[in-house]
């Protein structure tokens, strides 16, 4: 399987990257798909395929590209902070020791996208209003390290949720 960057568009708050991918098998048979990665989710936009996918090959599309595209993408692969004291990296593994480099059903079980912002929001506002510290409520719901629930926390100001830290000028 052959994967490599299409394009990309840049915004204020972050990237969107397209994705080329190619799977070849031994039989001649080929799919070509189009990849979208934005806010650390992965989603397939197009998808062609000679000879056609049954439903049951197209179900499987998933777990044969998976790894492969997380790989090129960046998502789940190896962090890209230093570690942190004593040379741990407290975000290469969850809770029930997967990766939890993004929220995923098999991970962590926190949502992904919009709703997993809007939920870091609400429990950073009630830490802050209970006068806990809303960095270690986020820790403690996502089950995520310090690192990765600052991200989600960003992510959830970016998207409007919570309000700047300091005003931009």
Known sequence: MSVWPAWEVRDGTGATAWFGLRLEFDDGAHVDAVAVVAEGCV???????????????????????????????????VPDEDPGPEGADTDTAGPDGENAAGPCPAGSGWPRGIEGQWLVAQKYRAAQEQ??????????????????????????????FLTRRRARH
């Open 43 to 77: 989603s397939i936009e197009d998808v062609r395929a000679e000879p056609a996918l049954s439903l049951d090959d197209l179900a499987a599309l998933a777990d044969w590209i998976e790894e492969p595209l997380s790989q090129a993408c960046g998502i789940g692969a």
């Open 131 to 160: 006068g806990a510290d809303p960095v270690l409520a986020v820790m403690t719901a996502t089950g995520f390290g310090r690192r990765k629930s600052l991200r989600l926390i960003g992510q959830a100001r970016d998207a409007g």
